[in-house]
């Protein structure tokens, strides 16, 4: 299928060429990175509906993915393959509008409710990254552009059934924790979840070296994150030092664990660092649905997981402190993570 991307050069977010990919990244380390077929699977049908021995082993699974990778893939999840072809349709059309159509959303700033734009942040980064956006914060308010037409009732449906899903995968990390399945939604106020849809475009890569960064390393800011691509590979995940090349699994999902979880599981379970690399000439896209504590929930780890409180790694933390200082800084690896972390004394 063609593919439109964005004139780049229109952008009024950047002043000239994107600058390709973070110098401290070879992109021989970006190209020569292979799939990892070892990355875990979770039937979501099991969860539900298995039988109670089949159902503890999916627990037991899902806590070892949690805690090895803080990612891996759903499959049998029940979310129509249709509403997925129409969410990513949708936001291809919308980056093939325009620029005019998206004006009022080119300029926004991190905690708007929609917000378009080249890059991750590029007046904090001052790198240009090699992809398009957009973000519209969808639960318990669904924000979204006018344009296209359809983008709100699609939007609507989507958010609405990965939500349930991602509530669902919330309970049972709850018990693979050795807690009740309702412990963290509870402490984190996730049943009135605050929830984000993002679309990523990342345009044919033409710059230097043969391939490029779309999205730099990071962990996401969230508790849980929800993406599926239109097809063409690119998602790379850290484990044990290593970069590897995501494959999905046909119809799967991939989930990617985020500082939420890491910060309520003390540790325990880690939001997987992570990053999008382009190369070739076909377009990628993703479409990435997150839920998050409420943003005006302060999250900290679970005591029953922190016994006389030793070993605390982390403070409370108001949500929407922490997002706000995700995204109003360079995107820094795991760094954000620190805003949140126990300052031990050096000296003691
Ligand atoms: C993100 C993200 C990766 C991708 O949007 O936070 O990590 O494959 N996207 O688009
Ligand atoms: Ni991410």
Not at 39 to 56: E, Q, S, T, Y
Not at 115 to 143: C, N, Q
Not at 309 to 323: C, I, K, P, S, T
Request: proline share 7%; hydrophobic share 40%; with cysteine.
């Amino acid at each position: 299928m063609a593919e439109t991307p964005l004139h780049h050069s229109t952008d009024p977010f950047t002043d000239g060429e994107h600058s390709g990919h973070d110098p401290a990244v070879p992109s021989s380390d970006i190209s020569t990175c292979g799939p990892d077929d070892g990355i875990p699977v979770v039937d979501f049908d099991v969860l539900v509906n298995g039988a109670a021995d089949r159902r503890a082993q999916a627990i037991r699974d899902l806590g070892r993915a949690c805690e090895d990778w803080g990612f891996f893939m759903v499959i049998n999840h029940g979310v129509p393959e249709e509403l997925k072809e129409a969410a990513m349709e949708t936001c291809r059309e919308l980056f093939s509008l325009p620029e005019e159509e998206k004006a009022e959303y080119l300029e926004a700033r991190p905690m708007d409710p929609i917000r378009i734009g080249t890059g991750f942040f590029s007046v904090a980064d001052g790198v240009r990254y090699w992809r398009d956006y957009l973000k519209m914060f969808a639960h318990p308010e669904l924000h979204c552009p006018a344009k296209p037409p359809k983008l709100r009732d699609v939007a609507a449906e989507y958010s609405a059934k990965t939500r349930g899903l991602l509530l669902v995968l919330a309970k049972a990390i709850s018990e693979s924790l050795g807690l009740d399945g309702g412990r963290i939604p509870e402490a984190t106020d996730l049943e009135s979840c605050f929830q984000i849809l993002v679309a990523n475009h990342y345009p044919p890569y033409t710059g230097p070296g043969g391939a490029g960064l779309g999205l730099p390393a990071h962990s996401d800011h969230g508790f849980l994150t929800l993406l599926f691509q239109n097809g063409v590979d690119g998602l790379q995940v850290e484990r044990d030092g290593r970069w590897r090349l995501a494959k999905p699994l046909p119809g799967a999902f991939f989930v990617i664990a985020g500082d939420q979880l890491e910060i309520v599981s003390n540790g325990r379970y880690r939001g997987a660092l992570h990053r999008a690399v382009v190369g070739g000439e076909r377009a990628r896209m993703s479409v990435v649905s997150m839920i998050s504590p409420c943003l005006d929930a302060v999250v900290e780890p679970i005591p029953e997981l922190v016994p006389d409180g030793r070993g605390l790694e982390f403070r409370g933390v108001r949500y929407r402190d922490y997002m706000e200082h995700q995204q109003s800084n360079k995107l820094d690896g795991k760094g954000a993570l620190d805003f949140a972390r126990v300052q031990r004394d050096i000296a003691a």
